[in-house]
């Protein structure tokens, strides 16, 4: 079992050596840093984060990634640009595997093995950040009792099919940053997907355990969903319904509706679009929160991108409605 | 018999007037030459050669990966008419668009071992992002002519069976202007292009 510490030497590790394997091995490396500021109105929440990444290729069509992430808040608690990566003031590694994969235009397959996220829905790194939304949708935020974006497996993962049509099936043992760990046991998560034509869909399943810091949550974790996408022209629809139970006793179901528009006349400017929901029912704790955001990412350059949401929630039990800003700026280097 | 001199006659006038040119193809070369830019080796230069007289080019197909995050390669010169295959090599999603000056497309989000493809229609210099990576971009240049090459990492490039003769070359390089100028092709004089 890696625990955090080793896998923090292990990324380290990574960083240092990567630069002379490639030198001796003629390895290629490539590595990333991005650095985002953001502020939101919503609790005066202030926000500063970075994530430092190196991918590659190894011997034999292997590949590896390896990611660490700091980042920090002040104000009050929040999920205000919590969409992918956990703020809380250390520096954590956050996915380390190696794969393999071999495609053609009728097969498909290949293997993960590491530390990664949980295969899970739209889980890929190009949906759970970068794509305009400062924060993760409701039901994939783990502080709302839901899946969270930042499960983190230790495992294997394996591929089969062909690119219209795969399947995904992942073992391993949680391993996550966040505030929230989830207690030990074996996870189970498993994923199909097709596409044809503009469409993709897909159904994943996930068993895993309840957060151990929530001492009265027993028994398992167990969610469904399915999703969906069409895109054309530059405009794309997605979305995800998810439905499961966090611990014994409860129940959490809820989804998102995602419209991005890129088109032509607009140049830099991604525009989003986000209505959703979620419910958790917990008997006298239950909430049913919705949202509904308005936004823009704008690729100032290849190194900076802007993006800026308006959020407005409803009023829902004892709450008063809400309508919050966030504005933040990421800056990217490659070498 | 007077009749079948005549024709034998016409036919030798014919043949006498006609044969050198219809006989003697035109003489054909390799032009070679090298790109540099600050006095260092370029590569990714596209050369080209103006030749609005010389066959269509072929229309082929080709490919530019996206592999590792990013696209490879960086710059691709293909013919007016040709195909270029998007294939999707890694395990995350991508999206390849252009807004440039050459075809606008925006080829949506696709999964890995997925591929789309465009159709290069007119000559102009397309600029590929990805929506979602802003570190991956290329370049694709079409040209309308069979006569073109791309420089390697020494700055070479070679263009082959060009038929001997005067043309206009432009060369283009990411980030410069693009240079234009004429070249005799035949006298085994390499193309130097200078940034």
Avoid at chain 1, 110 to 139: C, E, K, M
Avoid at chain 1, 184 to 206: C, H, K, L, M, T
Wanted: glycine share 8%; proline share 6%; net charge neutral.
């Amino acid at each position: 079992m890696v625990s955090a510490r080793t896998g923090r030497v292990l990324l380290l590790f990574l960083a240092l050596t990567a630069p002379c394997v490639a030198a001796a091995q003629d390895v290629a490396v490539t590595t990333e840093a991005d650095i985002t500021v953001g502020r939101s109105t919503a609790d005066d929440v202030r926000a500063a984060g970075t994530q430092l990444r190196a991918f590659g290729t190894l011997p034999r069509e292997w590949r590896f990634y390896a990611e660490a992430s700091w980042a920090d808040q002040w104000g009050e608690k929040s999920d205000a640009f919590g969409s992918a990566y956990p703020y809380n003031h250390r520096v954590r590694p956050v996915e380390i595997y190696v794969e393999r994969t071999s495609t053609s235009p009728h097969s498909l397959w290949g293997t993960r093995v590491g530390r990664y996220r949980a295969p899970f829905g739209l889980y890929n790194r190009s949906d759970h950040a970068y794509t305009g939304f400062l924060r993760a949708p409701l039901i994939r935020y783990g502080g709302y009792w839901a899946l969270s974006n930042n499960f983190l497996e230790t495992g294997a993962s394996v591929v089969a099919g062909t690119p219209r049509l795969y399947g995904e099936v992942s073992l391993g043992i949680p391993q996550d940053e966040d505030d929230l760990h989830r207690a030990r046991g074996f996870d189970r998560v498993g994923r199909v997907q097709a596409s044809v034509g503009d469409v993709i869909v897909g159904a994943s399943y996930i068993h895993t355990q309840p957060f151990k810091e929530q001492f009265w949550a027993h028994g398992d974790t167990e969610f469904s969903g399915v999703d969906a996408r069409w895109m054309r022209g530059g405009v794309q629809l997605r979305g995800e319904w998810i439905d499961g139970h966090p611990f014994a006793g409860t129940k959490t179901f809820g989804g998102y509706a995602d419209l991005m528009v890129h088109r032509q006349f607009m140049g830099p400017v991604t525009a989003v679009l986000r209505a959703e929901r979620l419910d958790y029912e917990a008997g006298p704790f239950s909430s049913y929160p919705r949202r509904y955001t308005a936004g823009a990412k704008v690729r100032l350059s290849s190194m900076l991108v802007a993006h800026v949401n308006v959020l407005h929630e409803p009023p829902y039990d004892h709450d008063a409605a809400e309508t919050a800003l966030d504005v933040a700026l990421t800056f990217s280097l490659r070498r | 018999m007077k009749k079948i001199a005549r024709v034998a006659l016409a036919l030798a006038v014919v043949l006498a007037l006609a044969g050198p040119h219809a006989v003697a193809a035109p003489e054909i070369d390799a032009l070679t030459g090298h790109a540099v830019a600050g006095g260092k080796p370029m590569a990714d230069v596209v050369v080209w050669l103006d030749a609005p007289s010389a066959p269509r080019p072929r229309e082929r197909r080709f490919v530019v990966h996206q592999r590792n995050m990013e696209f490879s390669p960086r710059v691709l010169a293909a013919p007016v008419g040709s195909t270029v295959d998007l294939p999707n090599n890694d395990r995350v999603f991508h999206n390849v668009f252009s807004f440039t000056n050459g075809k606008p497309f925006d080829l949506g989000l696709y999964p890995t071992g997925a591929s789309k493809h465009i159709t290069l229609d007119r000559a102009a210099i397309n600029r590929l992002y990805c929506n979602i990576h802003p570190h991956m971009a290329a370049y694709i240049v079409a040209v309308d002519s069979p006569y073109y090459a791309t420089s390697d990492r020494t700055g070479s490039f070679s263009i082959a069976d060009v038929p001997a003769g005067r043309y206009t070359y432009h060369a283009w390089r990411s980030g410069a202007e693009t240079l234009s100028a004429t070249v005799l092709v035949g006298d085994g004089q390499p193309l130097e292009i200078s940034w």
